[in-house]
């Protein structure tokens, strides 16, 4: 991945969460020497306490799952040379989607959700996500996790402490259109044909998107000639991105970029 340009890198933000999860891998990447961007979801650009100020009657209750992977293709369009794409969570699941369309130099899919028809028997991650489709509720209006939610699902095994301070600073409403978007054809991904090459990470201590969930996507991806990675790391829930070890983490993922080939 050498170049005399600075390689580019957009973060893919998740659901239930604004693209401020994704501070502190911007500034070590930027220390690297890449040019990093985290495009925002359409209605996320304010602050989280803003838009939980909104709920449950936030416009972001109209993204679908074809709005959200816009704002990525689009931006992706305008960037002078194909950019390497870190997603997490829901931002993994359009990670692998770019790659079907052939558009980026590499993906980094940590904690991800699956695209359709990968699936694992789990009680914690149907706990997780049921609520977040919202079955028998309106589409109209949004989906927001509650303080016990966000515990349970994303920051189990933390202080509570910190529990409270990434759930003020990052918890969002979230469209249940574009959740059950995962669940529909929009999410499906060609396993067999070429892709760029293509990282998944999985949290060990993951409730939501458990470890077994990500090594069964990983295995599904079948072309011989592409590079597909896994790697498994203990501890992590699904707050990977802000837990004390994420400069660890991003430091593997620096790690295997620098050895792509060119």
Same mark, same amino acid.
């Given at each position: 991945?050498?170049?005399?340009?600075?390689?580019?890198?957009?973060?893919?933000?998740?659901?239930?969460?604004?693209?401020?999860?994704w501070?502190?891998?911007?500034?070590?990447?930027e220390?690297?020497?890449?040019?990093?961007?985290?495009?925002?979801?359409?209605?996320?650009?304010?602050?989280?306490?803003?838009?939980?100020a /909104?709920? %449950?009657?936030? $416009? @972001?209750?109209?993204?679908s799952?074809?709005?959200? *992977?816009? #704002?990525?293709?689009?931006?992706?369009? /305008?960037? %002078?040379?194909? $950019? @390497?794409?870190?997603?997490?969570?829901?931002?993994? *699941?359009? #990670?692998?989607?770019?790659?079907?369309?052939?558009?980026?130099?590499?993906?980094?899919?940590?904690?991800?959700?699956?695209?359709?028809?990968? #699936?694992?028997?789990s009680?914690?991650?149907?706990?997780?996500?049921?609520p977040?489709?919202?079955?028998?509720?309106?589409?109209?209006?949004?989906?927001?996790?509650?303080?016990?939610?966000?515990?349970?699902?994303?920051?189990?095994?933390?202080?509570?402490?910190?529990?409270?301070?990434?759930?003020?600073?990052?918890a969002?409403?979230e469209?249940?259109?574009?959740?059950?978007?995962a669940?529909?054809?929009q999410?499906?991904?060609?396993?067999?044909?070429p892709?760029?090459?293509?990282?998944?990470?999985?949290?060990?201590?993951?409730?939501?998107?458990?470890?077994?969930?990500?090594?069964?996507?990983?295995?599904?991806?079948?072309?011989?000639?592409?590079?597909?990675?896994?790697?498994?790391?203990?501890?992590?829930?699904?707050?990977?991105?802000?837990?004390?070890?994420?400069?660890?983490?991003?430091?593997?993922?620096?790690?295997?970029?620098?050895?792509?080939?060119?």
């Amino acid at each position: 991945m050498k170049s005399s340009v600075a390689p580019i890198i957009v973060f893919v933000t998740g659901a239930v969460v604004t693209s401020a999860c994704w501070d502190n891998w911007k500034f070590f990447f930027e220390e690297q020497g890449y040019a990093c961007h985290a495009p925002t979801w359409p209605g996320k650009e304010a602050p989280a306490a803003a838009l939980r100020a /909104q709920h %449950p009657h936030s $416009p @972001i209750a109209q993204n679908s799952l074809s709005d959200v *992977l816009r #704002v990525y293709t689009d931006f992706i369009a /305008q960037l %002078p040379a194909k $950019p @390497i794409v870190i997603g997490h969570s829901f931002g993994g *699941l359009i #990670v692998q989607l770019l790659l079907q369309q052939g558009t980026v130099a590499a993906g980094v899919a940590i904690e991800s959700a699956p695209p359709l028809g990968v #699936v694992v028997p789990s009680w914690t991650l149907v706990r997780a996500v049921l609520p977040m489709l919202g079955l028998f509720s309106s589409l109209q209006t949004t989906f927001l996790p509650t303080f016990a939610q966000w515990q349970y699902a994303i920051a189990n095994g933390m202080p509570q402490s910190d529990q409270q301070a990434f759930y003020d600073r990052l918890a969002a409403p979230e469209s249940k259109r574009t959740i059950r978007g995962a669940l529909s054809r929009q999410a499906r991904v060609d396993f067999r044909r070429p892709h760029a090459p293509l990282l998944f990470l999985a949290g060990g201590a993951d409730r939501i998107m458990p470890a077994a969930l990500n090594r069964a996507n990983y295995r599904r991806y079948r072309h011989p000639g592409s590079i597909t990675e896994y790697h498994e790391l203990p501890g992590r829930n699904h707050a990977m991105l802000g837990q004390t070890t994420w400069r660890e983490d991003a430091e593997l993922v620096h790690r295997w970029l620098i050895k792509l080939p060119s």
